[in-house]
């Protein structure tokens, strides 16, 4: 049973670095792949970055390109994003997303488990 549950995020200043970490309670090597989602106040829920599970190839937002790294460990179950230059527009909360289909898009109705979520708020 895939379970995913996400920690690291708080408050923090525009410039400064954040890290988020997600783990899977489920099986070793139980999905093909990961990903980051978030959603700002008043906003729909939008994709962040993803990596695969069997070649920890990653895709990123044009948004968070440059700025943020997504990496996985795929027999610990764990992800992490670090995410450098934050900047108010960073604000949301975010969500770690596990999907148990090969071939994914960044659409979030291929992503099939959620975690809770975990606010994160960049302050001007």
């Known amino acids: 049973q895939v379970q995913l549950v996400e920690s690291g995020g708080k408050l923090v200043q525009a410039g400064g670095s954040l890290r988020l970490s997600c783990a899977n309670s489920g099986p070793p090597y139980s999905v093909p792949a990961m990903a980051w989602f978030r959603q700002a106040p008043g906003k729909g829920r939008e994709f962040v970055a993803a990596?695969?599970?069997?070649?920890?190839?990653?895709n990123y937002a044009d948004s968070v390109a440059g700025r943020f790294s997504i990496s996985g460990d795929n027999a610990k179950n764990t992800m992490v994003l670090q995410m450098n230059g934050l900047e108010p527009e960073d604000t949301a909360v975010y969500y770690c997303?596990?999907?148990?289909?090969?071939?994914?898009?960044?659409?979030?109705?291929?992503?099939?488990?959620w975690g809770q979520g975990t606010q994160v708020t960049v302050s001007s």
């Open positions: 997303a596990a999907t148990t289909l090969v071939f994914w898009s960044t659409n979030q109705k291929d992503w099939h488990y």
């Open positions: 990596i695969s599970g069997r070649d920890s190839s990653a």
